[in-house]
């Protein structure tokens, strides 16, 4: 839970000290503006919380559902609709003409100007995908299609959907291990029409990393835009060079608001890896304090930690199945065709999917679950079943 709390905080004060610091020619504030925005999140906050509402409630990736949701989210947030620019023409879209083809709205919009967007708002799909790296990478993918024609921005949202992944799991990761980790998957796992150009970028990185090269040389070879080449290589650096200090999350934060460039998109991306890294213990007690949004990521925090505490504990499913009622089904094909019982007469619920079914008989439940939930990621995918169940 605590790298769950310091991932999504860390993206939102990202956001929240980025957005009022972008370069003039995208934001035109002065410092008295600065102050008395600093602590406001704006759209990305509001697309990520959207995205992982949508997850927690379908219990797999929807396109339907996340634009759904997101679209929800847009028209109940009046004061910051401002902040979505040409995002606006797509989400009214979703709106007004449901697409059959959901990404049929970003193909007709040239976003190019936001393009890099996409991968500051995924945070949630690590967290909730936890282990599950190929379903992560591919919902990664489609949720970015969703605003962005670019296959670069859906590239480099996977990129930083990885870049999460990794420290989520390996903590004790070195920076250098975290980045010659990230240029292999740039190498092998990314979409072939533009892994050469982000291997190269993250080699550059790497190479800058290892002879500790003053971090203003690599800003200035890769650039600090909105381009998903600049701002995705350059937040994975700020949260790797942050990493070498006692005061991880504070230097990762700093390195990102001297950028000069996208500070918000950069300051999203490197603070959400970087409290991952080292959890919401980590972010000094000056930087808790009073900001927009914060008592909604707690709660989503709480929300995808139970999720997933549930899903992959090892004696989760089954140990629910303490006082299964019947003999047939029994515990161990229940929990094999990823479902819970929950202790309310034989009434089931699946992690996946979130379908409840009751009123069981002899027979095979996986059968069942596929007649009444086909949509189901694990009737999909047999594949998505836990390595942690077992027969009983």
């Keep these: 839970m605590d790298q769950y709390k310091g991932c999504l905080l860390g993206a939102l004060i990202g956001e929240c000290i980025g957005t009022p610091l972008r370069r003039p020619t995208s934001c035109h504030m002065n410092l008295a503006g600065v ?23 379908t219990g797999f990736f929807s396109m339907e559902n996340a634009a759904r949701q997101c679209s929800q989210t847009f028209y109940h947030n009046h004061t910051k609709r401002q902040a979505f620019g040409e995002l ?21 919009v040239r ?13 949630a799909f690590p967290l ?11 919902s990664v993918d489609r949720v970015a299609r969703l605003t962005h024609s670019s296959n670069e921005a859906a590239a480099g949202a996977q990129l930083q959907a990885y870049a999460i992944s990794l420290v989520l799991k390996n903590p004790q990761l070195t920076e250098l291990e975290f980045l010659s980790a990230l240029v292999e998957y740039s190498n092998k796992s990314l979409p072939e029409c533009v892994r050469e150009k982000f291997y190269t970028r993250m080699m550059i990185v790497l190479d800058y990393a290892q002879r500790a090269e003053p971090k203003e040389k690599l800003f200035k070879a890769i650039g600090v835009g909105t381009s998903p080449l600049e701002a995705v290589p350059v937040a994975v650096y700020c949260a790797a060079i942050g990493r070498r200090s006692s005061y991880s999350f504070e230097s990762t934060l700093h390195a990102t ?43 989503l925090a709480e929300e995808l930690g139970n999720y997933v505490s549930k899903l992959h504990n090892p004696d989760g ?26 202790g309310s007469d034989d009434t089931v619920k699946c992690h996946y999917c ?3 079914m009751s009123n069981w008989t002899p027979g095979d439940p996986y059968n069942d679950h596929q007649k009444f939930n086909r949509n189901c990621i694990f009737v999909k995918d047999c594949t998505a079943t836990p390595a942690y169940v077992h027969a009983a």
């Design 35 to 57: 102050r008395s925005k600093v602590s406001t999140y704006w759209e990305k906050f509001l697309i990520t919380h959207a995205y992982a509402k949508s997850l927690l409630d």
């Design 354 to 356: 979130r379908f409840t």
């Design 317 to 342: 499913p089954l140990s629910t199945f303490a006082n299964w009622p019947h003999l047939l089904p029994s515990a161990g094909a229940m929990a094999r065709t990823g479902l819970y019982y929950t």
């Design 88 to 108: 606006t023409t797509i989400i009214a879209s979703w709106k007004h003409s449901p697409q059959k083809d959901w990404t049929a709205a970003a193909m007709t």
């Design 128 to 138: 909730y995908f936890y282990n599950r790296t190929e379903q992560m990478s591919f």
């Design 257 to 299: 608001m001297l950028t000069g460039g996208c500070t918000d998109a950069i300051g999203i991306m490197a603070c959400a890896i970087a409290g991952a890294w080292s959890g919401f213990s980590s972010i000094p007690a000056d930087l808790v304090g009073n900001w927009d949004g914060q008592e909604q990521v707690y709660a």
């Design 111 to 123: 976003n190019r100007g936001t393009e890099c967007n996409a991968a500051t708002w995924i945070t």
